[in-house]
């Protein structure tokens, strides 16, 4: 490793070999007076890897990914150690500011976002990045790496892949346990629920479509945060059977709009490790019968990372989706690392604008080129155009002059529960 080694001796029992070679770094930046920063990196391709290829190879892309960040990241005073064969601390050393810590991840994950060639094909490290900062979020090494891995959790389900540990802002602990056994027991006794944020169409002026969002109101929990949800479902192996839950419902609750509104259609999101289901379309499919709902009428929305992340298997997923006639939406789009070329070849109906560029437009002149270039580059693709973080009627009449196909947000409505927006489409037929 590249961290300076230390006897076991020093720290008895107590430290593990890593917490004792950073516990050593840590204590010679406090004598120096220097600032240091913590990344910590986890990606997903080992276990895809050792799932296609044995556990030899897992142990080779690790390897290799460790050298990758090695020599294309690190600076020649960095070091970098491995924790497990999936996740990596990067330690940066010295620092001047959190921006340089934050440039940092942003090379990790632009150094990890080109396909990477293994066994005959490619994968995608999926990778996230969680950064905690010496000494203002630790004095020490355990507690360093416990809040860099802290932001590590909340990075691996935020859009851009990246989080900074913030002490003001943080969660309560988790226990998870407790957080596991709640959650299961809200899918057994269909405890959880969906709130619906509704699409406007710009052409009609009607609400024709709507987003399905999960929601968590637990007896002992409280009302857990979606972000939490979407962490602990992710830390317990419960995403696939959350977001199952998730499409079940949306297809039921779309079947009864239907009475409404023919023709409404319910977005739901999937995440990367839905992609890798293999039985995900004839779940759809079972589930689409059930409710005699046209396949039309549910949108399947991945972000850019989900498609990324395994490119051979989200083609063949997707395209067995689409088979059912099933609308395919790419979400968040223009934040992420993907190929153009690789997005043309995909089977996709709708791309959605992230709400950043659309929040921004009016104030900032280089978003509303981004905004017209997308608009221009989804219609030559022959896909519909959703503007996500729609919050105020300029936006709405700017976006409907670059010819927008469809709006969502606050402006339009915030997410409510299905009664709700029945009420709403009720009053719409008038």
């Not at 556990?55 to 970098?80: C, E, N, P, T, Y």
Request: glycine residues 6%; charged residues 25%; negative net charge.
């Amino acid at each position: 490793m590249a961290m300076s080694g230390t006897s076991e001796a020093a720290y008895g029992s107590v430290l593990s070999p890593v917490t004792g070679r950073l516990q050593e770094v840590l204590l010679n930046a406090k004598v120096a007076g220097d600032r240091l920063a913590l990344l910590m990196v986890h990606t997903a391709a080992i276990d895809r890897i050792d799932a296609r290829h044995g556990f030899h190879a897992g142990d080779m892309l690790s390897a290799s990914l460790v050298k990758l960040l090695q020599s294309r990241v690190l600076r020649r005073l960095d070091a970098i150690e491995v924790i497990s064969r999936d996740e990596f601390i990067c330690v940066l050393r010295p620092i001047s500011s959190e921006g340089v810590a934050m440039l940092a991840a942003q090379r990790v994950l632009g150094m990890l976002s080109a396909p990477i060639e293994f066994g005959g094909g490619s994968t995608m490290a999926d990778a996230a990045v969680g950064i905690a900062i010496f000494p203002e979020h630790g004095n020490d090494a355990e507690a360093l790496l416990k809040n860099a891995k802290h932001a590590l959790l909340s990075a691996r389900v935020h859009r851009d892949r990246i989080s900074i540990y913030e002490a003001d802002r943080r969660s309560p602990p988790i226990d998870e346990l407790q957080y596991e056994s709640r959650l299961r027991m809200a899918l057994d006794q269909n405890r959880l629920n969906l709130h619906f944020q509704p699409l406007l169409n710009l052409r009609t002026g009607r609400l024709e479509g709507a987003e399905a969002l999960l929601r968590w109101k637990d007896e002992v929990l409280g009302q857990v945060p979606p972000n939490i949800v979407l962490q602990v479902a992710e830390m317990t192996g419960l995403v696939d059977e959350v977001t199952l839950w998730v499409l079940t419902s949306a297809i039921q609750r779309c079947a009864e709009f239907q009475n409404a509104c023919p023709g409404f259609s319910v977005g739901v999101n999937v995440s990367p490790s839905n992609l890798r289901e293999a039985d995900l379309p004839l779940y759809i499919d079972r589930a689409l019968r059930t409710w005699d709902l046209a396949g039309r009428n549910l949108v399947v929305e991945l972000t850019e990372t989900a498609i990324m992340s395994d490119q051979v298997k989200a083609n063949e997923v997707l395209h067995e989706i689409k088979a059912h006639g099933v609308r395919l939406s790419i979400d968040d789009f223009g934040t992420g690392y993907s190929s153009m070329y690789y997005l043309a070849q995909l089977p996709l109906d709708e791309l959605k604008i992230d709400l950043m560029f659309v929040k921004g437009m009016l104030e900032v002149p280089h978003y509303a080129k981004i905004v017209r270039s997308l608009i221009d580059l989804a219609h030559n693709l022959d896909l519909v155009v959703v503007a996500e973080g729609v919050e105020s009627e300029p936006i709405q009449m700017a976006l409907q002059h670059l010819g927008c196909d469809y709006l969502q947000g606050y402006h339009i409505g915030k997410p409510v529960p299905a009664e709700d927006l029945m009420r709403r489409l009720e009053r719409q037929k008038t």
